[in-house]
Structure formats: structure tokens, C-alpha cells
């Protein structure tokens, strides 16, 4: 047994050793569902701690029966910026930081290697600013000599409820081309930038999906992507060669979730059904069955707080969504904090029971 396998299955030996967490049983008569989960940053993190509470551990897959039988995320991989970037430049690898961010989403909540992995190292000359986790996968990408390798044992050491998949293996970057037409490179430079993005691109521009990607939204009885930054969390993946023509001719129902609030150069101004707009403007053809959005007030301070950075609610104008041949899902997906997030809980429950609704509808 390598080395590798002993420390997973230590692990897998502790998760046994630990009561089970609830999660709500598979309902009867409906069967359990296969979700593919496209997207980036905090956004992506936040749905899949939702959607992984109803995957039975992988110490108990074929004992225990979730709602959710198979979940995968599929992760940009464009970010160019703090631990990932310096990563990316040394070693020239694809970033893990998004990937690795799932892995913390879907493993055991509290568990201490999930800590570990989470945690960024605040002193030490060349340490400073790195994240373990990125560390990990930077130096497993060296002994594998396989990036997509080394995230799947990442996972498995982990005892990731879920598989993770990069949307791409090839060394992609963002292009932008701002609203007064000058072109902007890479995802640091275009989130700094004061101007509005009118356009997307990615170079090189043929870059191919993972054959992982494209299964997991084939086989897939629900898809969503986001919520996450318009354009360099969620266009980036839709930019890579055939992810728009999976979403078009997938057989399962695909949701979109819409952001809470608007975003700098990103989306500041934009409504729900403009989002919408501006991925199918990417994508060049209808991929949205639903669109899950938020129709709950806000805060006064909550409403002060973002105002006082340019941002504020993303306005559900349900009528235009509808106009596009989306159909919508509104509700309180919202929870205040520091920041406003979406509330997992609320947004997988709305979720399940669609995938539900069109698994049984399914001949």
C-alpha cells in the first residue's frame, strides 16, 4: 500500500470511527439524482456544502441512499491571482485554488484535514500568502506529472463527498474587452479594472473541456451554474470548447442561479434577465431551463453597506426571464451576514425538487 493510500484510508478509518451526519432520506418512490454543479470562487463552495449534505460518505456509498447519488463539480481554472498565481508562474500548472476550494466544500465539515487544506500560511519567507491545499496539489502535480490526477487524490484523501473536475486542462487565460474597446489580459487585471466588460474571450481560444466535464454534464439529471462572478467565474467555463454545446443538448433540467447582488466592472446595473443575456451572448444558444432567483428584501444597513461599494440587489425582472423561455424559481434565498450569501440550505432544497419533478417526468 503506498504511502497515499494508507493516509486515505486513515482517514476513511476515522469518518467510520465518527457518528454519521443526518441528511434527509431519499424520498420514497423517487430515485436519486446525478448532479453536475459548473461555477468558480465562493459562489460554487456555498452551493456544493448544500448539495453535499445528501451524498452518503464515501465510506458508506452502497449502504446509505442520499438524494443525491452522484455530484460533480466542474471548476474554472483561469485565475491568475495570490497563492494560485504564484503557483501558476513557478511551476506552470493550472491554479488549484477554485478546486481546492471545493474539495473544503465537499469533505467532512470540521474535519482536520479539511482545516489543513484551508489553511493560508501568514509568515515564512515564500510561505507567506500560500495555501496548503494549493501546496498539496502542487506537490502531488509534481510527483503524478497529471494535474486532473492530483486533484482526484487530493479529493480522496480528503473523503470528498463528490467528484471535482477542471473545466479544462489547458493553461487558459482570460481576455476582456472593455466597454471604451480596449483589451484587458488575465482575471487579476480584469477584476481590477474600472471599465465594464463588453466581451469575454479566452486564449487560447480552442481550449478543450475535460472528457470529465463533458461526461458529468451528459449523465447528469440536474445542472446548475453559479451563483459566482458573471463573467470570470462562471462565461469562463462556458468559453470552453464544447461546454455550450453539452448544456444545449443535455438531457437534464439546467438551472442557472442568479447572484444576490450586482459586482464592479462585472455586472453593476444588470438585472436577472440581463445576466442571462449576457451568457447566452457567450454561449450563442439557450442553455437555461429555470433560473433560480432571489426575490426577498434586504436590510437597510445590508443595503448601505454594498451601496457604499457601488453594489445593490440584482432586480428579478421574472417577466423578462420568462421572455427568454427560462422559466423561474423565486423566493428567500438569502442569508445576512458580514456579507450576503446565498443560504444553502434553502437553495438545495428549491433544487432537489425540480430535479425530482423532471427526473419522474422522464420516460
Do not use: W
Not at 32 to 54: D, E, K, N, P
Not at 315 to 333: M, N, Q, T
Amino acid at each position: 500500500m503506498s504511502s497515499l493510500e494508507s493516509l486515505n484510508v486513515r482517514g476513511s478509518e476515522k469518518l467510520l470511527q465518527q457518528s454519521s451526519p443526518a441528511y434527509p432520506e431519499l424520498p420514497a418512490g423517487t430515485r436519486s439524482l446525478r448532479v453536475a454543479a459548473i461555477g468558480g470562487g465562493t459562489g460554487l463552495s456555498t452551493l456544493l456544502r448544500g448539495l453535499c449534505r445528501h451524498v452518503p460518505p464515501p465510506s458508506q456509498h452502497g449502504v446509505l441512499h442520499g438524494q443525491i447519488s452522484d455530484l460533480a463539480a466542474i471548476v474554472t481554472v483561469t485565475d491568475d491571482g495570490g497563492s494560485s498565481g504564484r503557483l501558476r508562474k513557478d511551476f506552470n500548472m493550472l491554479p488549484p485554488g477554485d478546486l481546492r476550494n471545493c474539495m473544503v466544500a465537499l469533505s467532512e465539515e470540521g474535519d482536520l484535514l479539511a482545516k489543513l487544506f484551508a489553511h493560508r500560511f501568514r509568515a515564512g519567507d515564500g510561505l507567506e500568502g500560500h495555501n496548503f491545499g494549493n501546496l498539496f496539489v502542487a506537490a502531488l502535480t509534481e510527483i503524478t506529472g497529471d494535474f486532473g490526477h492530483a486533484i482526484q487524490l487530493s479529493s480522496k484523501i480528503l473523503a470528498t463527498r463528490g467528484s471535482i473536475y477542471p473545466v479544462t486542462t489547458a493553461n487558459a487565460s482570460l481576455i476582456a474587452r472593455m466597454d471604451d474597446g480596449s483589451l484587458v489580459r488575465g482575471e487579476t487585471n480584469i477584476t481590477a479594472s474600472h471599465r465594464r466588460i463588453a466581451e469575454l474571450m479566452i486564449d487560447p481560444p480552442a481550449s478543450p473541456a475535460t472528457p470529465e466535464a463533458l461526461a458529468a454534464i451528459e449523465q447528469a439529471d440536474l445542472i446548475t451554474v453559479g451563483p459566482g462572478s458573471l463573467y470570470t467565474s462562471l462565461i469562463t467555463n462556458l468559453l470552453i470548447t464544447g461546454v455550450p454545446a453539452a448544456l444545449a443538448s443535455a438531457r437534464g433540467l439546467r438551472v442557472y442561479i442568479c447572484n444576490l447582488m450586482t459586482q464592479a466592472n462585472e455586472s453593476l446595473g444588470l438585472s436577472a434577465s440581463e445576466h442571462i443575456e449576457r451568457i447566452y451572448e457567450h454561449t450563442r444558444a439557450p442553455v437555461f431551463d429555470y433560473a433560480l432567483v432571489n426575490t426577498a428584501s434586504f436590510s437597510a444597513e445590508t443595503l448601505a453597506r454594498y451601496a457604499a461599494e457601488g453594489a445593490s440587489p440584482i432586480k428579478a425582472d421574472i417577466e423578462r426571464i420568462e421572455a427568454l423561455g427560462v422559466r423561474c424559481l423565486a423566493g428567500d434565498f438569502a442569508i445576512e451576514g458580514n456579507v450576503v450569501r446565498h443560504n444553502a440550505e434553502r437553495v438545495t432544497s428549491a433544487l432537489l425538487g425540480l430535479g425530482r419533478g423532471h427526473a419522474a417526468a422522464q420516460p
